[in-house]
């Protein structure tokens, strides 16, 4: 929090999230997921996974609040400047991955923080330049990196299961 990090936040508004849909609060439930989705896009992945269990009426209602809520930067500041803005956030962290990871620290995910503990990394390219080897492995950058990415895949793979059985259950 300190930091400005979020993410416990919004995990947090998935999971009341999940609990409100077990309880039948569609609208409440539709609306976290939706603010989450404006705060970090993540949420908004499990729009396929309700639409996979046949959770229609809180797909849409995340598509609806998420598009209300995306739509308040143009009334905001109208069309021009909001279509900038979202522009500028593209190239800045979904078009411009490669530059976001040499700007940021190496482990703020869990690919990179595989790459930092299975592999030796270059740290003078970074914003983290004084730090210290920490590898524990030497796997090649390559191969920690395709590590890091089927951890991340296991993760949200249980991620997501588990918040599907918690909604279910609960209804």
Same mark, same amino acid.
């Given at each position: 929090?300190?930091s400005a990090n979020v993410h416990v936040l919004v995990v947090l508004m998935v999971l009341a999230?999940?609990?409100?849909?077990?309880?039948?609060?569609?609208?409440?439930?539709?609306?976290?997921?939706?603010?989450?989705?404006?705060?970090?896009?993540?949420?908004?992945? /499990?729009? #396929? =996974?309700?639409?996979?269990? $046949?959770?229609? +009426?809180?797909?849409?209602? %995340?598509?609806?609040?998420?598009?209300?809520?995306?739509?308040?930067?143009?009334?905001?500041?109208?069309?021009?400047?909001?279509t900038d803005l979202y522009l500028q956030w593209w190239q800045d962290v979904g078009g411009n991955?490669?530059?976001?990871?040499?700007e940021s620290r190496l482990d703020v995910s869990l690919e990179s923080a595989a790459v930092r503990? /299975?592999? #030796? =990394?270059?740290?003078?390219? $970074?914003?983290? +330049?004084?730090?210290?080897? %920490?590898?524990?492995?030497?796997?090649?950058?390559?191969?920690?990196?395709?590590?890091?990415?089927?951890?991340?895949?296991?993760?949200?793979?249980?991620?997501?299961?588990?918040?599907?059985?918690?909604?279910?259950?609960?209804?």
């Amino acid at each position: 929090v300190r930091s400005a990090n979020v993410h416990v936040l919004v995990v947090l508004m998935v999971l009341a999230a999940a609990v409100g849909w077990g309880a039948g609060q569609q609208r409440g439930a539709g609306s976290l997921i939706a603010a989450g989705g404006a705060i970090k896009v993540f949420p908004l992945y /499990l729009v #396929p =996974v309700l639409a996979i269990v $046949r959770e229609w +009426r809180l797909s849409l209602r %995340v598509l609806g609040f998420s598009a209300a809520l995306w739509a308040v930067p143009f009334v905001a500041f109208g069309t021009g400047r909001a279509t900038d803005l979202y522009l500028q956030w593209w190239q800045d962290v979904g078009g411009n991955v490669d530059r976001l990871r040499l700007e940021s620290r190496l482990d703020v995910s869990l690919e990179s923080a595989a790459v930092r503990w /299975l592999s #030796p =990394v270059d740290y003078s390219l $970074r914003i983290d +330049r004084a730090y210290p080897q %920490v590898n524990v492995l030497n796997l090649g950058t390559d191969r920690a990196r395709q590590t890091g990415r089927v951890l991340t895949l296991l993760v949200a793979l249980v991620s997501l299961i588990t918040f599907v059985r918690l909604g279910l259950s609960m209804a």
